[in-house]
């Protein structure tokens, strides 16, 4: 029994050894191997059980026959194709390209097809079987990846999309015053802006409004519209005057804290009104709109419907799990459900009319950076999994894992591991859809945008999955198909022209980052991780060429906060420190990597004479100044700095954590995104990014040759 065990547990993908963040061997429990592969559908009780598991898993990895192939199967480009079962040589196919080209040939004497020339999806026909061929690329998409440089220096910055401000936005950054901001940081040589999340939350629920917990990855975040841009303003402003709620849009707009529940019902009551004038209407103009939103309704097709369906199952039930629903109106394609649809078409429309109108102005805003000059433009963020109760679990049932959620094991900074509470991609059911959900997926988030960063990129070669009920140490990692999921992140990366960044930060499986550098996907290179064996920051010279550079992440301090030790403050708020942690040993701690740091950038002249640094010791804005120039020497060809170590701010977006205790996801700038950029500090900051990234810069010994400073001795 145990060897059977074991053997459907590697069968089903489970990683039965595996090294911790300490490098120290792990090995996953056979109750916890009994417990996930019962959860993965291949029962474990008795002996028979097993043996059927296993023949079910074997003819899942090696089908007898084409009848029992996969509807998709990825190649790589100009590679000799091996079928998922043999067939004789000799036989004949037809493959239709993508384009509508036919090929007519018969496979060669090992019994394989040749290699196909043209990347796309096309269409093979063989043995009385069709299957989809999805040709993909070796590497992704990078501008001048086609000789123009042979290192690309681009820098641009990131931004948290509902911190940017604009006149009249009700308290929630949006799609407008993204266009607005884009245009003066192109201005100001920016190649890219890489923004938070997108995602599709609820609008049932906006007391739900973490971005990376989204309702579904498939659709956009209909609060940052701004029909402004589609409907002109005057509209707006008598549907806000309609229902009555100028003075409170007003009062949210001017908040320091995104306050998501009321701004968000507070949109979304004037959003009504809008629609409903938008649907009477009856001029020109507003028909032709209408028509167009047609034609965006149409192109959606079931994805769209399934999701504004959705939406408004939630309004009539309540901000409830799609579980606890009446039976028939859990399954998408029930005739109960289409009666449902009849009967709230105008409640359908209207969620139709807000996906319509964020797409909408995300595409402005993208076109606007391009326009101004961008390489990139907008660079999406793809979350690495879904609320267990939103719209993509109940939409693509088949496609989602039941009964675990994403986290992540112990390690060095979480004792007690992680359990994020997210729904994860079945790796089987994504075989027996084609990839479906994978790919819509990818292609939602490259539609508006010239870039994505997939959140925890590990995530597409293992997930460590917990059981429901059970805690994170109770977990274990389930395999996925990597090197299929790579082959169609670089299709949709060429189709789309984008350039595609993999969150690599944390434990990392060995070769993972060599995998990802092969297939041209870039990771990431944090300031505070990029140190030697003895805890030295690297020189320019030592970072990656084959990974972007930046300062911090949202849920990272800032530079001016680390500098000031405002994340330490958090912590012992908090109560967030190990056991073998105080708040005076971790001040001590950060007046020795004050130094480091600082010797690194050469804020301690030729030689350093200190080992400790106090924060006055230094300004803040002298050290952002040195790190932008650090960053901007390295080989990255890429470098991203977070608007707040543009703006020299302390406060970090997210903690993670915490929940109530620290305003995350709220924080909003206090400039209008027009002027976000306009201070001549933050005109020296980036004018010293560019100038280091064209070479024009050197890095020197002491900062005064740049900004007029003495260097600290």
């Known amino acids: 029994m145990k060897v059977k065990l074991r053997q459907l547990a590697e069968a089903a993908g489970l990683l039965l050894e595996w090294e911790n963040s300490d490098g120290e061997p792990c090995q996953l429990p056979e109750s916890v191997q009994r417990t996930l592969l019962e959860i993965l ?121 509902y911190a940017l401000r604009r006149s009249g936005d009700g308290g929630i950054g949006d799609v407008l015053a993204l266009e607005n901001f884009v245009a003066p940081a192109a201005k100001l040589g920016a190649d890219a802006l890489a ?22 990855r498939l659709l956009n975040n209909v609060l940052y519209s701004a029909p402004e841009t589609m409907l002109g303003e005057d509209r707006v402003l008598d549907a806000q005057a309609r229902n009555g709620l100028q003075e409170e849009l007003r009062r949210l707009e001017a908040e320091d804290l995104l306050d998501w529940p009321e701004a968000a019902r507070a949109k979304l009551s004037w959003l009504r ?24 309704r149409q192109a959606g097709g079931e994805l769209l419907e399934d999701h504004c369906c959705f939406e408004a199952l939630q309004r009539e039930f309540g901000p409830s799990n799609w579980r606890d629903w009446p039976a028939a109106l859990r399954d998408p394609a029930s005739p109960e459900l289409a009666r449902f649809a009849e009967t709230r078409a105008h409640e359908i429309g209207f969620h139709v009319f807000l996906q319509w109108l964020a797409a ?20 999406a963020d793809l979350a690495v999994g879904a609320d267990a109760a939103g719209s993509q679990t109940w939409s693509r049932q088949e496609d989602m894992l039941e009964g675990v959620s994403i986290g992540a094991p112990p390690d060095l900074f979480n004792g007690q591991g992680q359990n994020w509470g997210l729904a994860a991609f079945s790796p089987f059911g994504l075989k027996r859809s084609g990839f479906r959900s994978f790919i ?55 189709r789309h022209r984008a350039i595609v960044i993999g969150e690599d930060l944390g434990t990392v499986a060995p070769g993972f980052r060599q995998q990802l550098a092969a297939r041209g996907i870039l990771g990431m290179q944090v300031l505070w991780f990029e140190q030697d064996e003895d ?56 007046r020795h990597e004050r130094a480091k740091l600082a010797t690194t950038l050469g804020l301690l002249g030729s030689k350093p004479t200190t080992q400790t640094l106090e924060a006055a010791d230094i300004p803040a804005s ?92």
């Open 622 to 713: 002298q050290v952002l100044d040195a790190c932008a120039r650090h960053l901007g020497g390295t080989s990255a060809p890429l470098v991203l700095l977070p608007v707040e170590d543009v703006l020299g701010l302390e406060e970090q977006a997210n903690l993670p954590n915490s929940t109530a205790e620290h305003p995350n996801w709220r924080r909003r700038w206090a400039t209008d995104a027009c002027d976000l950029l306009a201070s001549d500090e933050v005109h020296q900051r980036l004018g010293a990014l560019a100038l280091s990234r064209s070479g024009e810069l050197k890095e020197p010994t002491s900062p005064s040759a740049l900004f007029g400073r003495p260097s600290h001795e």
């Open 440 to 494: 819509d997926m990818l292609r939602s988030a490259f539609a508006h945008a010239g870039g994505l960063r997939i959140d925890h990129v590990l995530g597409l070669m293992r997930l460590w999955l917990v059981p429901q009920g059970a805690s994170a140490t109770e977990g274990g990692y389930l395999r996925y198909p990597l090197d299929d999921m790579l082959r169609l992140v670089a299709l949709e990366s060429w």
């Open 41 to 161: 559908g291949f029962p474990t009780e008795n002996e028979a059980a097993l043996d059927e598991s296993l023949q079910r898993l074997k003819r899942l990895h090696a089908p007898e026959s084409p009848a029992e192939w996969p509807p998709l199967v990825t190649v790589d480009l100009d590679t000799s194709i091996t079928l998922p079962s043999s067939l004789a040589p000799g036989t004949a196919f037809i493959l239709v390209l993508e384009q509508g080209s036919r090929v007519e040939g018969t496979l060669d004497s090992d019994g394989t097809l040749p290699g196909i020339a043209e990347i796309g999806y096309h269409q093979l026909h063989i043995a009385d079987t069709q299957l989809t061929l999805a040709v993909a690329p070796q590497q992704c998409f990078f501008p001048n990846g086609a000789g123009d440089e042979a290192t690309p220096r681009l820098w641009g910055l990131a931004a948290q999309l």
């Open 535 to 590: 805890s030295n920051y690297l020189a320019v010279s030592q970072w990656s060429p084959d990974a972007l550079a930046t300062t911090s992440t949202h849920d990272l301090p800032t530079v001016a906060g680390w500098w000031a030790g405002r994340d330490i403050e958090w912590r012992d708020r908090l109560g967030l420190f190990k056991a073998n942690q105080s708040l005076e040993g971790e001040q001590q701690a950060r």
């Open 273 to 296: 009104f809008l629609y409903d004038d938008f649907m009477a209407c009856e001029d020109d103009d507003t028909q032709a709109l209408r028509r167009k939103m047609q034609e965006f």
């Open 360 to 379: 909408d102005g995300l595409t402005r805003a993208q076109h606007a950076a391009r326009e101004n000059g961008m390489a990139i433009g907008l660079i």
């Open 195 to 216: 923004i938070s999340p997108t995602h599709a939350m609820f609008s049932a629920n906006p007391d739900n409004y973490s971005p990376y917990s989204p309702s579904t």
